[in-house]
């Protein structure tokens, strides 16, 4: 079945320290795929997507995600952390069906 | 330029009661997306419009409707409501092309709806 999955529920970093939140996919052929941002009360903020081409991606405020095709995964990562990233996130995937397939969401909490 | 918006913020109903949502995608974009942000069931594709027709719907009850506008905005229409439909309801535009790969979503901030 397909299916998009974010192991971590609950992350917490102090700030400034490095981030990495997981994504692992299972399709059929590889989806696009993308990572989006969502603070207390709001909706979603895109922060990064993959379609083809080179497999880290650049985002905003300083994300950025790799794409492993043998791992069928798609991690987001930032290298020092600020205390306005503390959100949940989303890793989603999309298809030919243009509908877009959530992950249950990563709460992440930053510590001063 | 501005992104997507939704109305209203919040809509108290009770059960039984039917509720309309609406979105206004961003300039330029001709489709809109319905999502469902439940707790505990997370974000669901609920349905699809381009250009005034429905193109794609999600695994839910027909008691759940929408339209689009000669404008392109859109509407959300659920009837009978539930206690369970309780939930963040996210509208999404895109420039919907003929490839996949060029459609990016976009969405809005949500409508908060409680059934009471």
């Known amino acids: 079945a397909q299916s998009v999955t974010q192991p971590d529920i609950h992350i917490t970093v102090s700030e400034g320290a490095s981030l990495e939140l997981r994504c692992n996919y299972s399709?059929?052929?590889?989806?696009?795929l993308f990572w989006y941002v969502q603070s207390p009360g709001q909706g979603l903020q895109l922060l990064l997507k993959y379609f083809s081409g080179d497999t880290l991606v650049q985002g905003i405020k300083g994300f950025e995600a790799e794409f492993k095709r043998s791992q069928s995964s798609f991690n987001l990562r930032k290298p020092s952390v600020h205390w306005s990233d503390a959100a949940e996130y989303f890793c989603?995937?999309?298809?030919?069906?243009?509908?877009?397939?959530f992950g249950a969401g990563t709460t992440v909490t930053v510590r001063a | 330029e501005a992104g997507v918006t939704q109305s209203p913020t919040h809509l108290i109903k009770t059960r039984g009661q039917q509720a309309t949502l609406r979105c206004s995608p961003i300039s330029g974009h001709t489709s809109v997306y319905w999502y469902q942000q439940a707790l505990g069931l997370g974000l669901q594709f609920l349905l699809w419009y381009d250009e005034g027709e429905e193109r794609n719907r999600g695994n839910f009850p027909p008691r759940f409707s929408g339209r689009q506008f000669p404008n392109y905005s859109s509407e959300l229409n659920v009837n009978a409501l539930e206690l369970e439909d309780s939930a963040l309801y996210l509208c999404?535009?895109?420039?919907?092309?003929?490839?996949?790969?060029?459609?990016?979503?976009?969405f809005g901030p949500g409508t908060r709806l409680t059934v009471l």
């Open positions: 399709y059929g052929a590889t989806p696009y």
């Open positions: 999404a535009s895109s420039n919907f092309g003929q490839e996949p790969s060029t459609d990016t979503q976009y």
């Open positions: 989603a995937v999309g298809f030919n069906d243009y509908k877009l397939s």
